[in-house]
Structures are given as C-alpha cells and as structure tokens.
C-alpha cells in the first residue's frame, strides 16, 4: 500500500530529517514526529483513525501509528496525563496503557 500510494522516501530525504533530529534538542517539531507508513496504515485499517482521534480527544499532544500499524501512541507532557487519559479510555480494546521512557526521571 505504501508503494500504491509513493510514500518511500529517498535517501537524501532520510539523512535529512537525520541531520534535522540529531541536531534537536528537546521537543520536535510536528514535521519530524511522523511515521511515513501511516496513511497506509490507515489505508488499509480505518478503524486506526478512530484510535487516532480518541488519543487526541483525551489529551495527547500528539498522536501516530507505531510501526507498520495498526497500534496508536499517544504522546503526553507528563506520565500523570497519560495514565488519565489511558484511565478515560479503558472501555477500548485493547485497552490502552501509560508508559514512560526508559530511564525517565518520573
């Protein structure tokens, strides 16, 4: 699907948005925080679209496919948001969980 729809990108493209990341600190802007097999994704599981909203409805500062689909992250400040957002939307299944980094100071 992602083929059909011309999402790879090329390899200038890639060490680009490398370059872009590595010299980041902190947090990313929107165009760096993306997974280029989402609208296949999404393409191919429209149910992904409802997870999608509901991670933004209760609160995620943003929200995208992991992977090649079809979980859904939602990303939050603090892990606090995110355990109450996974708490107001324990009715989904599967139900969603909140985790933090590895080695976050919490």
């Keep these: 699907e992602a083929d059909r729809q011309g999402l790879p990108r ?8 490398l370059r872009q990341v590595s010299t980041m600190a902190g947090d990313l802007p929107d165009h760096l925080v ?3 097999l989402e609208p296949a994704a999404r393409a ?3 149910s992904i679209d409802g997870a999608l909203a ?21 990303l939050f ?6 355990r109450g957002a996974a ?16 080695g976050a100071t919490l």
């Design 54 to 74: 509901d991670a933004r409805r209760v609160g995620a500062r943003r929200a995208l496919v992991c992977g090649s689909g079809p979980t859904v992250v939602g």
């Design 77 to 82: 400040t603090d892990l606090q948001s995110a």
């Design 44 to 46: 191919l599981c429209p």
């Design 34 to 36: 993306v997974n280029d």
């Design 10 to 17: 090329d390899a200038a493209d890639l060490a680009s948005k």
């Design 87 to 102: 708490a107001r939307l324990s009715d989904r299944d599967p139900r969603p969980f909140a985790v933090a980094p590895w």
